[in-house]
């Protein structure tokens, strides 16, 4: 399965958990791509801003990820570095916890659940596991994320998978644009441009 080119950017409008808004640039390179972007937000009465810096290889696997956060109680930053192999490093230190991950996937972010969609290319009724290094918003503590993804009947030309996030207990179904970028996440954000 293959998707369309990526878009030189793309914008969502946080809604539901937080209120925002997000912009990211893609740009492609020789070895894969790099997407950089910001979400301003207020979530649970505390306002913060993230930007992100990810490298991605030919096969859509993070090869790093630069998190900035800023809230009122000060500025943080966190850089994530894999092998592409499944083998991680947090701000230089080693993460075994973090083993087998291949994505990185971002609180703050819409644009991270492009990442596993392009990388795994399922046909419409496969699913796969997916777990991510997940960077929270606030503190931008690094943990593991389990993840499912199970993609089902495309819909108005748009394709759809069931995604469950088990340690939130949470489940939706993600629409995504025919380049592979998240049109719809239920209660998070939805595609502004």
Do not use: K
């Not at 649970?44 to 030919?58: F, M, P, R």
């Not at 960077?135 to 998978?161: C, T, W």
């Amino acid at each position: 399965m293959s998707f369309a080119r990526l878009p030189a950017t793309a914008c969502w409008q946080h809604r539901g958990l937080r209120s925002g808004f997000e912009v990211a640039y893609f740009e492609a390179g020789p070895g894969g791509w790099r997407i950089e972007g910001a979400t301003a937000a207020v979530e649970d009465a505390q306002t913060w801003i993230v930007t992100y810096s990810i490298g991605l290889d030919a096969s859509w696997l993070t090869r790093d990820a630069r998190v900035t956060a800023r809230t009122a109680s000060g500025r943080r930053e966190t850089v994530l570095a894999s092998d592409g192999e499944g083998h991680w490093s947090v701000d230089g230190h080693p993460a075994a916890e973090l083993d087998g991950c291949l994505d990185v996937d971002l609180e703050s972010s819409a644009v991270t659940n492009a990442l596993p969609v392009h990388r795994l290319g399922l046909a419409a009724g496969d699913r796969a596991e997916a777990p991510a290094a997940y960077v929270r918003a606030l503190d931008l503590s690094a943990g593991r994320l389990e993840q499912r993804y199970a993609r089902i009947a495309d819909e108005d030309g748009h394709q759809r998978y069931r995604y469950e996030a088990p340690a939130f207990a949470f489940t939706c179904t993600l629409v995504y644009d025919d380049s592979g970028l998240v049109l719809d996440y239920p209660e998070i954000a939805v595609r502004a441009r």
